[in-house]
């Protein structure tokens, strides 16, 4: 049986995707950008931030017009994507038979630590998500193995836990492939 599931965020958890275009829409107008479609938003959720806006832009960034672009979507998040954001049906039902079950859930999002954690709380899920790691937190990031070895092993109790990586792009399929785990 298992006693860890790693979750992802955005599109496992969360429907964000209509907020997510909304902010990132908002962005590139903001500075001049083609605004992108919602299927080419769609197709880089679950990607950096940063790797989001460079496929979006569809043109090469300097590392400061990249942390522009982030700072910018990051300041809309309150206004455009956060309100748009709502639980997938059963999503709550599921972490609570999570809880219940002793299972440890861990939440690992490329999203920063101020935008999960207004989603969290938002949402009513901080009693349900024993921890949760975002891109401020961690140095490697889905699909990266390093990511489980150096960021989520050593909060495990007990090393030996049999753990499930639950998720719905390819980057967090190649993840649990990467670290060994079952998903």
């Known amino acids: 049986m298992y006693k860890v599931a790693i979750l992802d965020f955005d599109g496992t958890i969360v ?23 919602l299927d080419e938003v769609r197709k880089t959720v679950g990607l950096t931030l940063e790797e989001s806006m460079k496929r979006l832009c569809k043109t ?27 639980l997938y049906e059963g999503a709550l039902q599921s972490l609570m038979e999570l809880q219940a079950a002793g299972i440890k859930t861990i939440v ?32 490697y990031r889905k699909p990266d193995p390093r990511l489980f070895s150096e960021h989520v092993l050593p909060i495990l ?3 030996t836990s049999k753990v ?20």
């Open 15 to 37: 429907s964000s995707l209509d907020g997510i275009y909304s902010a990132m829409a908002e962005t590139l107008l903001h500075f001049g950008y083609e605004p992108p479609t």
């Open 108 to 139: 690992v999002s490329n999203k920063g630590r101020a935008g999960l954690n207004q989603l969290i709380d938002l949402l009513g899920l901080r009693d349900y998500i024993d921890v949760a790691l975002s891109a401020d937190d961690v140095r």
């Open 60 to 86: 090469a960034l300097t590392r400061d017009t990249t942390r522009q672009l982030v700072e910018k979507y990051r300041s809309l998040h309150n206004s455009s994507a956060a309100p748009r954001t709502q």
């Open 164 to 183: 499930v990586v639950v998720g719905d792009t390819e980057s967090d399929l190649l993840f649990a492939k990467n670290a060994g785990l079952d998903s």
């Open 157 to 159: 109790a007990d090393l």
